[in-house]
């Protein structure tokens, strides 16, 4: 009888899992697929052609896929493959604690490149991909003008606290501080526009804001100060490095492919004013699949006429992170990383730049995003990327970001006497 088992059947999105099929004929050629839906009733699949070994075994962590959305030895790429069967749709998890993503496995003798109805499997099964861990706790947060959400792990703490920031679609995106609370953070997954009561669209960066929120999490009697740590993607990464360079509270900054200037919005704190540049949008660009590229429409940050809207990274104190996808079609990250890294101490940074990844860097659980419709955006975003990279940066990368933020957060050493 053949059989399908992942192992284990529940765990963590971001953790790796074992896919083996069983008694199948010996070279028997098979169809391995796997499908989800999300929360919006899209669905999501990825399928690769496999055969048998002469025990009539496939082992994805050890035989190469022949073809299908990948080839060679990937042993989540069921996982990390998945594309959507409608265009410009992105894999978010938005209910973090109710309920996991069921990932449904399939086997299918010989070639099936579309699944009918009348196609019977000849096994199945269900694997379920969490993003907290037993015992993460949520709690809403609406204090002062603070919105967000704080995800705590088990037990009494204190913890190591992160403040984790998405981008320019706004709202509140919880999956990357649900798989962080997993690790031990607690992690304030922290709005700042178009989310309740917040203003709907980002006119300017309120850096008293984000303070506001520093100190709110750093209050909290499950949280271990006196530093926290930032983590940011996109128009958050600008974000987190703005909160690096003037508030003594961030002690470690992760930057994901996000800009080193201001752009679009000025930032403002206590009386200060940086001027930001001018989005250039007429030399934004159409894809023949329609999407928009807007990665002409950031002037070079290099003119002199952009100094006055830089970061002042050099006021840092703490230790920043960079994480570039050199495919990003967003913006040229990997020139904001270098220009902002050419006025740091060389010990005061870290720079990891991935040929072939796009602009959505994330934890391993998600597949690449490479163009997808954006909240308040006429058209599709192009984010750019390639598969497998991108497949490669993500899963290295998360680590050296969980590594990193325990390295920087953890207690001070006692002092001996």
Known sequence: MVEVMVTPSSSLADQ?????????????????????????????????????????????????????????????GL?????????????????????????????????????????????????????????????????????????????????????????????LIEFRAGLLASRGFAVLALAFFAYEDLPKGLTQLDLDYFEEAAELLLQHPKVRGPGLGVIGVSKGAEVALAMA???????????????????????????????????????????????????AIFADPRSPACSSSAIPVEKIQGKVLFVVGEADRSFNSKLFAQLATERLPQDAYRLLSYPGAGHLIEPPGSPLCSISSLRGS???VVWGGEPQPHARAQQHSWQEIVQFLELHLSPAPAIKL
Not at 18 to 43: F, I, N, Y
Not at 45 to 69: T, W
Not at 86 to 114: A, I, N, T
Request: net charge neutral; aromatic share 12%.
């Open 16 to 76: 790796m899992v074992q896919v083996v099929v069983s008694g199948l004929a010996p070279s028997q050629l098979v169809t391995l697929r796997s499908w989800l839906t999300d929360e919006h009733g899209e669905r999501f699949q990825a399928r690769a052609f496999y055969r048998s070994d002469e025990e009539g075994k496939v082992d994805v962590g050890r035989h190469a896929a022949l073809g299908g959305n990948y080839t060679g030895v990937w042993p989540m």
């Open 79 to 171: 996982f990390w493959f998945l594309q959507p069967d409608s265009l410009f749709k992105r894999l978010v998890k938005r209910d973090v604690m109710g309920s996991p993503f069921l990932v449904r496995l399939e086997v299918f003798d010989g070639l099936r490149m579309v699944s009918g109805q009348q196609d019977e499997p000849l096994a199945t099964c269900t694997a379920e991909r969490w993003y907290v861990s037993p015992g993460v706790q949520r709690v809403p947060i609406r204090e002062g003008r603070v919105r967000g959400a704080l995800l705590l792990p088990p037990g009494p703490g204190p913890f190591p606290a992160v403040i984790d920031l998405f981008g320019g679609a706004g709202g």
């Open 245 to 295: 360079a003037f508030l003594p509270q961030v002690v470690a900054t992760v930057w994901i492919n996000g800009t080193t200037f201001l752009y679009g919005n000025p930032l403002l704190y206590k009386g200060l004013r940086i001027p930001s540049i001018p989005y250039q949008t007429e030399r934004m660009l159409f894809t023949e699949l329609g999407a928009m590229d807007n990665s």
């Open 378 to 380: 006429p058209l599709p």
